[in-house]
C-alpha cells in the first residue's frame, strides 16, 4: 500500500500486520486520547490500523472481572483513537469480532447490518459496543472470527485445537489469515468504510479441521467431540457459534476463499512450519 501506515496495538494480529505491510507499529495506549494525538503527528501516516484491544489471555475467561480494561481498550480506546483520526482526515481500519453473535440467522449468515444478539462475555459485549460506536465516525471495520494462520502460536485457532483433548462439533465462519490480508487491504485501498464480515465462504467444525490434520499430518492424533454444554462446564464465559454472511464482501468481489479449498492449504503450510 501507498504511503506510511501507522499500526496500534502490538499483539498477534497487529505485529504480524504491520511486519507484512512494512509499517510503523506503536504500543501507545489508545485510550488516552493526548498520546494518541502526539502519536499521530510524530508519525505523519497516510492511515491507520487499530489491533489494539482487550481479548483476554489465553482465552476471553481471563477478561471476566476487568470490565476497566475490556471498556478502556475495546470502547473507550477505539473512540479516542477514531475521534483523533477524523480531526486529522485520516482513514482508520479497526479490528472487529464476528464473536457478537449466535446461531446462523436462519441459515443465511448474519449480515454486518443485523444487530448483535449474542452478549455472553464482556469481551463480546464491549466488542459489540465499539462497533456500534465507530458506526457514528465513518471508519473500515472489519470483522474476524477466530483467525487461523499457518505460522504456529498461542492465538492461532489450529495451535488451541491441537492443545485440546476435548472439542465441539458445531459450524463456525472462520478468518484464514493469508486470505484476509489481501482483501482488508484492497478494502483499505478503496478507502472503504462501514463493517464488513471478513470470513472465509463455507463454515469450520473443529472436530473436521482436526479430521484433517489426522488424514494429512498426523494419524495418530487423538481428541474427543464433546457437547457445547459439556464444554461450558469448564468455562467461565459463555462462547459465541456462529456464521456469517459473506455477500458483501462477494459483492465487491473480494470474497475469502472456501474452507474446502483454503484449509488443506493452511494444514499443510502450518505442518511445514512446524517440521511436522
Ligand atoms: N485473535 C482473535 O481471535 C480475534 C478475533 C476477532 C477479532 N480480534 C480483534 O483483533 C484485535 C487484535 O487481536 P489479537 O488477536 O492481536 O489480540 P492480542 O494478541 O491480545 O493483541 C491485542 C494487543 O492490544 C494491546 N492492548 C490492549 N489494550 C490496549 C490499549 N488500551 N492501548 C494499546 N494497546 C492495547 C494488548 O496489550 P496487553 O496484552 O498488554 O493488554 C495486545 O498487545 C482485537 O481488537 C481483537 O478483538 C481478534
Not at 38 to 55: F, H, K, S, Y
Not at 80 to 99: F, Y
Not at 220 to 245: G, T, W
Request: proline letters at 6%; one cysteine or more.
Amino acid at each position: 500500500m501507498e504511503g506510511p501506515t501507522l499500526v496500534f496495538g502490538a499483539g498477534w494480529l497487529g505485529t504480524q500486520w504491520a511486519r507484512r505491510l512494512g509499517a510503523t507499529l506503536r504500543k501507545t495506549d489508545i485510550a488516552d486520547a493526548e498520546a494518541v494525538r502526539c502519536e499521530l503527528d510524530a508519525v505523519a501516516p497516510t492511515r491507520v490500523i487499530n489491533a489494539a484491544g482487550a481479548t483476554g489471555s489465553p482465552n476471553v475467561d481471563a477478561l471476566e472481572g476487568n470490565p476497566a480494561k475490556a471498556y478502556r481498550s475495546n470502547v473507550a480506546g477505539p473512540i479516542a483513537l477514531a475521534t483523533a483520526c477524523r480531526e486529522r482526515g485520516l482513514h482508520l481500519t479497526h479490528l472487529g469480532s464476528g464473536c457478537i453473535y449466535q446461531g446462523d440467522a436462519e441459515g443465511r449468515g448474519y449480515a454486518e447490518e443485523d444487530p448483535p444478539n449474542f452478549a455472553g462475555s464482556l469481551y463480546s459485549r464491549t466488542k459489540a459496543m465499539g462497533e456500534a460506536a465507530l458506526v457514528d465516525f465513518d471508519v473500515l471495520q472489519l470483522r474476524v472470527r477466530m483467525p487461523l494462520a499457518a505460522e504456529p502460536g498461542p492465538r492461532n485457532l489450529l495451535t488451541k485445537l491441537l492443545t485440546f483433548e476435548r472439542v465441539v462439533s458445531v459450524p463456525n465462519s472462520v478468518t484464514i489469515l493469508e486470505d484476509f490480508w489481501p482483501s482488508a487491504e484492497a478494502l483499505i485501498e478503496r478507502g472503504a468504510t462501514g463493517i464488513w464480515n471478513m470470513v472465509n465462504d463455507g463454515v469450520e467444525r473443529h472436530d473436521e479441521l482436526l479430521a484433517l490434520w489426522r488424514s494429512l499430518v498426523d494419524p495418530d492424533h487423538a481428541f474427543e467431540v464433546v457437547s457445547p454444554a459439556e464444554l461450558a462446564r469448564d468455562l467461565v464465559a459463555e462462547r459465541s457459534n456462529c456464521i456469517l454472511s459473506t455477500d458483501k464482501l462477494k459483492a465487491a468481489g473480494l470474497a475469502l476463499p472456501h474452507v474446502e479449498e483454503s484449509l488443506p492449504r493452511l494444514v499443510k503450510a502450518y505442518a511445514a512450519n512446524l517440521g511436522a
